[in-house]
């Protein structure tokens, strides 16, 4: 079976994990803190916080900027369920703003519309959550212009985007959002095994995030509220999680990033190959943004006819192709669908959810094994 994404791990990578295993740290030892520092060093960020999983960061990056009940978060439908759910943690209400047609990512016309009727009746968002659908960054400028007026902070969820661009910088330097977001999941483009972290400029919003990691906890004496009893001595001063990265999985990302730009590359190679490979076929791809170069983290295609959708997947798995779909709609889950959404709220996304199929990307993926996606693919469709 060709999956549709897959780690590549080299000899280096496993050396590094083995040297942490035979020091004096497991967790909480230098290797953490000196991804933190290849992360900004990558991306022009102040701050890099480093967390067990992409969700957690999403969730103490919401908690650093004070969601809670009574709040507002909104997000996408066409995103994995953490995009919304980290607001749901802080006891916070989701809302969501359908996709554009093309790249599959956060409407901009669509969430100013929707700002301009939340702001008449006084239920404007205190976050707006923009996802890097497949690698690509969202219209962040005008995102960011939009937060500007209607004052709501920008979480970008760029999970699938690390070693990305907009506008000529990485995704994660900070320019156009509050917080953003990274995950090294196996399937992402660099992988810790699991593994988030929180990027920012904000020095405050750092601090928060740091303490919500690790239990609410504190050993700083400028932070605690009464005196220190000694080396021992540390204060609980929020409700915390224990959400700390280790040190293998520190070890594994920090290895893997050496090859970030390789990957990359690769991804784009395969890319180009599927959109030659692919052209006169009934479906269409991912429209690029011309302010973004995509980390290419996935290679959604939609099929034009989608009442042919499962009979293609099917098709597809029983010929050896580990295809996918990404995504069901978030407003479309039991859980939300009991929040009050229902089938019609985002249609833009319902439409694309319909057709959609992620197709084999990954930079071990060989020509021949495209081939075959390809070929299958085609032999499907007719």
């Known amino acids: 079976m060709i999956p549709y994404g897959r780690q590549n791990v080299s000899a280096e990578d496993v050396q590094a994990v083995v040297d942490v295993l035979r020091s004096d740290f497991l967790t909480q030892g230098p290797v953490v803190p000196a991804f933190e520092q290849a992360i900004v060093r990558l991306t022009g960020a102040r701050h890099a916080v480093a967390v067990n999983s992409a969700t957690s960061a999403l969730h103490v990056a919401c908690l650093a900027l004070g969601l809670g009940p009574g709040d507002r978060l909104w997000t996408v439908p066409n995103t994995f369920l953490a995009s919304a759910n980290c607001a749901r943690y802080c006891g916070a209400d989701v809302d969501f703003v359908d996709i554009d047609p093309g790249t599959w990512n956060m409407s901009a016309p669509a969430l100013e519309q929707r700002l301009k009727l939340a702001e008449a009746a006084g239920r404007l968002p205190r976050v707006v959550v923009p996802v890097a659908f497949g690698g690509q960054s969202c219209d962040m400028r005008a995102i960011r212009s939009l937060a500007d007026r209607y004052r709501f902070a920008v979480i970008e969820d760029a999970s699938h985007a690390v070693g990305a661009r907009y506008a000529g910088r990485p995704v994660g330097c900070g320019e156009y959002a509050d917080v953003t977001i990274f995950s090294f999941h196996p399937v992402k483009i660099v992988t810790s095994a699991e593994g988030g972290m929180a990027l920012t400029q904000d020095d405050r919003l750092a601090s928060r995030m740091q303490l919500f990691r690790s239990h609410g906890m504190t050993r700083d004496p400028a932070l605690m509220e009464g005196a220190s009893e000694g080396g021992w001595y540390y204060e609980q001063i929020e409700l915390g999680y224990n959400y700390r990265m280790t040190e293998l999985q520190a070890a594994l990302g920090l290895s893997q990033l050496e090859r970030l730009a390789s990957f990359v590359e690769r991804r784009h190679q395969i890319a180009a190959r599927y959109a030659a490979l692919l052209d006169g076929l009934p479906l269409e791809t991912q ?47 039991p859980y939300y669908r009991r929040l009050g959404f229902a089938c019609g709220d985002f249609p833009v996304a319902e439409s694309y959810y319909a057709g959609a199929i992620t197709l084999p990307m990954y930079p071990d993926l060989s020509e021949a094994q495209q081939d075959h996606v390809v070929a299958s693919l085609r032999e499907a469709l007719r």
């Open 287 to 333: 429209q690029p943004l011309e302010a973004a170069h995509s980390a290419l983290h996935l290679y959604p295609v939609r099929l034009r006819d989608s009442q042919r959708r499962r009979s293609v997947f099917d098709a597809m798995r029983n010929a050896g192709v580990g295809v996918n779909v990404h995504y069901i709609p978030v407003h479309l889950q």
